[in-house]
C-alpha cells in the first residue's frame, strides 16, 4: 500500500528553513573545529612590562607562529588585575578572547568585596602557564649592601623605607606585608597600576624596594638596574644562584610564588577550549620558551585544565587566610 502526501508551498519552504538550518549548523560546527579562523585578543590586566605581559609576549610570537594567526595583546590595567578580569568575563564566549591572569586573581576576592564577576565561575581553567618565586628587589643607591644590613636599616628607621606593588591586593602587596609581619618591621606601601610602573619608580629612586615575580625583575637584575637581595621560598633560583633564598636568611615561612594562568569566558565551547589548550601546550614546548621561561626563573605547570581549576580553588582558600592573618586592607 502506498501512501502520497501533498506538501503545500507553506510546509515546503518551512522545510527548506530546517534544511538550511541543519547546514549551518554543520558549517558552525566546522568553523568552531578550525579555530583559530581569524586573531585571537589576549587580555593582560596589567600595564606593559609586568611580569604577566613578560609571559604574554613571547607565548604570543609562538602563537603566531604554530597557528598562522596573531594572538594580540590589550592591556588593560587598573584595580589590581581586576578591571581587565572583569572584561574578560564579559567577552563573547567565541574563543577569539582569552584573558591571561594570575595569583593576584585568587587573592582579589578577599580583597575586593564588590567584584562583578567570579574567577571560578565566569571564566574556564584552560592552563598554569609559569610559576614563578618572588624576589626582593631594591634600588642598590637607597639600599646598599645585602639582606642583613637592609633588614637592620629598616628595622632601625620603621616608616623611613617604601616598597611599590603592582596594586592593592596584589601578590606584590600580600608579599609585603608578610614580610612585614615576619620581620617585625614597617615599610610604607605605595600602589601602581601594574608591575612595570612600580618597577620603573624602583629603578629611578623613586621607590626603595619591590616585592616582586622574577618574570618581571629577571631582566632589570641582569642589566644592574636594580638589585635582587633575597629570593622566597626554601632554595635557591637557578637562574639566580648567587641570590639567598629566604630559608637561608632566617625566614623558613616565608613562601610567596606568583603564577600566571590562562582562562577563557564561561561558555566558550568544549571543542575550541580543547584546541586552546593543545596549542597553548605546544607553545609552552618549543625551545624557545622553554629558554624564555628558564631565563625568568620560572616553570611551566603542568596541568590539565581541571587540576588547574583544583589549583586555583586551593589558592583563593589559601590567599583567604594570609589576608586575614595579614590584616592586609585597600589603601
Known amino acids: 500500500m502506498t501512501f502520497e502526501f501533498e506538501i503545500s508551498g507553506t510546509r515546503r519552504s518551512m522545510l527548506r528553513a530546517a534544511a538550511a538550518g541543519v547546514t549551518a549548523l554543520s558549517l558552525g560546527g566546522h568553523a568552531q573545529s578550525a579555530w583559530p579562523a581569524k586573531p585571537v585578543t589576549l587580555i593582560v590586566p596589567f600595564p606593559a612590562g609586568g611580569g604577566t605581559d613578560a609571559f604574554a609576549r613571547p607565548l604570543s610570537a609562538q602563537f603566531a607562529r604554530l597557528t598562522g594567526k596573531q594572538l594580540i595583546i590589550d592591556n588593560r590595567g587598573g584595580a589590581g588585575g581586576t578591571l581587565g578580569a572583569s572584561i574578560a568575563a564579559k567577552a563573547q564566549p567565541d574563543g577569539y578572547t582569552l584573558f591571561m591572569g594570575a595569583v593576584h586573581h585568587a587573592i582579589a576576592p578577599s580583597m575586593y568585596p564588590k567584584l562583578d564577576y567570579d574567577i571560578e565561575k565566569d571564566f574556564v581553567p584552560l592552563a598554569l602557564m609559569a610559576n614563578v618565586p618572588q624576589v626582593l628587589v631594591v634600588n642598590p643607591k637607597n639600599i646598599p ?187
Open 145 to 331: 649592601g645585602d639582606f642583613k644590613s637592609f633588614l637592620a636599616q629598616v628595622r632601625a628607621k620603621p616608616g623611613r623605607y617604601n616598597y611599590g606593588s603592582a596594586g592593592a591586593g596584589t601578590s606584590h602587596h600580600l608579599a609585603g606585608e608578610l614580610f612585614k609581619q615576619q620581620t617585625g618591621t614597617f615599610i610604607t606601601h605605595i600602589p601602581y597600576r601594574g608591575a612595570g610602573p612600580a618597577l620603573q619608580d624602583l629603578i629611578s629612586g623613586n621607590v626603595d624596594m619591590v616585592f616582586d615575580g622574577l618574570g618581571s625583575s629577571a631582566n632589570h637584575i641582569k642589566g644592574g638596574r636594580i638589585k635582587a637581595i633575597m629570593v622566597s621560598g626554601a632554595k635557591r633560583n637557578p637562574a639566580f644562584p648567587d641570590v639567598p633564598c629566604a630559608a637561608e636568611l632566617g625566614l623558613p615561612e616565608y613562601t610567596v610564588t606568583t603564577w600566571y594562568g590562562m582562562w577563557a569566558p564561561r561558555g566558550t565551547p568544549v571543542d575550541v577550549q580543547a584546541r586552546i589548550v593543545e596549542d597553548l601546550r605546544k607553545a609552552a614546548a618549543t625551545d624557545e620558551l622553554k629558554a624564555i621561561w628558564a631565563s625568568n626563573g620560572a616553570e611551566f605547570g603542568n596541568l590539565t585544565p581541571a587540576q588547574f581549576g583544583t589549583f586555583v580553588s586551593a589558592e583563593v582558600k589559601r590567599w583567604a587566610a594570609v589576608v586575614k592573618a595579614s590584616g592586609a586592607k585597600l589603601e
